[in-house]
């Protein structure tokens, strides 16, 4: 019970500071998939300038099914891991095109968040991150995503078990948050994750949310 207070005195905080996030649905879960697919290990910067590229080479998805993963590795090369990527991609789109008869993923929405992630993850290179962030955007489906920022952030607060996983912090985050404040939240975190609560050198100086920080609380005020 006190975790759970702790997490809505968070999230009631950054609501604060960034406001409350309106959850949108993005048109299309196929773009959302291979979009999150290029964010892998790299900047947001690059995933987009990397995903523009892509769609003005390859307007259409079907374009893609029997591309040569080289070529479009030369397409996507700022995003990194281009390579792994293409191939990544290339497979994804084929898997769907099998599964489904087309280039479509609107049948997910009809299906459990269990059996839909589970779908997901059966596609080389889609990881729970992925999986989550397609079922969340595109379909609104109750899940929370854990990206490095989530993962950093929620852990510094005191949210998550110590030694958890990015897949498991998904777990204990979407046993403490309420449902509909998945969405918010999420956004929430990773924006405070680039302002202030970064990987190196985080701001505690100037967190607006220090006081509800185990890291703050343990590593900044303890030092003599």
């Known amino acids: 019970m006190a975790l759970r207070k702790n997490a809505n005195a968070v999230n009631s905080a950054l609501t604060s500071v960034y ?3 309106s959850r949108r649905i993005n048109s299309d879960p196929l773009d959302t998939l291979v979009e999150t697919i290029l964010s892998q290990n790299t900047s947001d910067l690059n995933s987009h300038r990397a995903f523009g590229r892509l769609k003005e080479r390859y307007p259409d998805w079907g374009l893609l ?3 040569d993963p080289l070529e479009v590795a030369s397409v996507i090369r700022s995003g990194g891991l281009a390579d792994i990527k293409a191939r990544r991609i290339v497979g ?3 898997r769907v095109m099998e599964e489904a008869g087309s280039l479509k993923l ?9 059996e839909a992630t589970e779908w997901l993850l059966s596609i080389d290179g889609v990881g729970p991150k992925t ?35 990015r897949e498991g912090a998904q777990q204990e985050l979407e046993a403490l948050v309420p449902e509909e404040e998945y ?36 590593s900044v005020m303890a030092q003599p």
């Open 106 to 114: 609107g049948f997910l929405s009809k299906m459990p968040k269990r």
């Open 131 to 165: 999986a989550a962030i397609v079922l969340l955007f595109s379909f609104g489906k109750p899940v929370f995503p854990v990206d490095t920022h989530v993962h950093r952030v929620s852990g510094r607060l005191g949210l998550l078990s110590p030694r958890a996983t």
């Open 92 to 94: 994804a789109l084929n």
């Open 19 to 21: 406001g409350r996030r």
């Open 183 to 218: 969405y918010s939240m999420h956004l929430n975190l990773i924006e405070h994750g680039r302002r202030r609560c970064r990987a190196m050198n985080p701001l505690c100086d100037v967190c607006e949310i220090s006081r509800l920080c185990t890291y703050h609380r343990t």
């Open 65 to 67: 099914l029997d591309a």
